[in-house]
């Protein structure tokens, strides 16, 4: 069966999930344009997932073609007690004290089950509930209570989730059931773990003494603690993922898109790839086309260069999950023809570094569009040199050439790269040979067409990279 070659170069990610959990439907995801796939670890049991990995790894040897997994954790949640009735009618003006009695609560107290957040708050402070809809703010402060005045809001349910805006919680991003799940995940395979919830650098460190090697981290951006520390988490992860949801509540609406902004270049520049997720085409759960304000949305992303967007409840749950991710094939296809998008990814190319490498890399950008070649070929052990071509937005395929299968996998979430695993190669001519070969058999280049390879001496070396050599293709 012939490789798979996409026509675009954003990447699609699809959540799995009820709806998305048999053999055909996750083969005909892959098949509509999905590049990797996401285990959502807050919902289903280790073995569902298991299963789901078992199936994407089957479609992987029947495709050949590489498949990204991520297990995304679901990190420390934060949730309102329960009331004698289930819910309670509140309204603007109305005090209702949060305390440490678990008992149910009624209109003048509830229980809030985690002590960290009643030490964290100050007086003045705002409690966002359930996704905004319920603004609190506190007036008083106990050393087992706060009492706080409703700024808006209608009602309360039970078990409502909580947002601090501009607090920092003594909490870790990784909870024991995270701890469980992030070694079940990397057990199964994952390539990459992402992790929610994430307040802080040391968030992220924590996460890497646990993971060390044997899996990527993806942060997700969801709190506006995390902003403050941007460039530091962006550092030291390996991929970021703006995560809209929580960030939403927590910063306001208008802030959202130049926050969004503003990762995706601070990314680009860091060289890592980055993930623009939520609620993209959330009408897509229930209708076969999506709303025209979420196509806007999808191709803003794009427009800003992300590497990849990401599809949630649409794919996991919704009822035309592969409909979902044919349209977001076709608006980033789209948006990638248009002469607009190609001046603005060439308008802001980060600065090379004063490294071999990033010389050849960037060298090997501006060869590739001067001559018009068909691609620019990576040869890479680390998969370095794919990122950092990667963050130059090349116009062309970036063909990645890896014996190593890991490494192919976790390139599957990068900006234009379609990642091949092979053996390595021995000499100079025999590099150019099989980048020549390998693409035309995946569609990549035709005959006559010239290629830009990169390659380091002593082949096999990670980070080596300091040879450029065009050819043509025989």
Known sequence: MPSLKRYRKTKIIATLG????????????FKSGVDVFRLNFSHGTHEDHRKRISIIREIEKERNRPIGVFADMQGPKLRLGTFKNGEISIKKGMRIILDSNPEPGDERRVYLPHPEILEALQEGSDILLDDGNVHLRVIKKGSDFIETEVIAGKKLMNRKGVNLPNVILKVSSLTDKDRIDLEAAIDMGADWIALSFVQRPEDVEEARALIGIRAKIIVKIEKPSALESLDEIIDISDAVMVARGDLGVEIPAESVPSVQKRIVRVCRKAGKPVIIATQMLESMTSSPRPTRAEASDVATAIYDGTDAVMLSAETAAGEYPIEAVEIMDKIAADVEKDHIYRKIMDAEHPDPGETSPEAITSAAYWVAMTLSAAAIVNYTTSGSTTLRTARERPSVPILCLTENMIVARRLQLSYGVHSVH????ESFSDMVKKA???????NIAQKGQRLVITAGVPFGTPGSTNILRVAWVE
Do not use: F
């Not at 055909?24 to 995801?29: A, D, W």
């Open 436 to 442: 020549c070969r390998i693409s035309l058999e995946h």
């Open 422 to 425: 092979t053996k390595d190669v």
């Open 18 to 29: 009820p709806a998305s959990s048999t053999r055909e439907i996750i083969g005909n995801l």
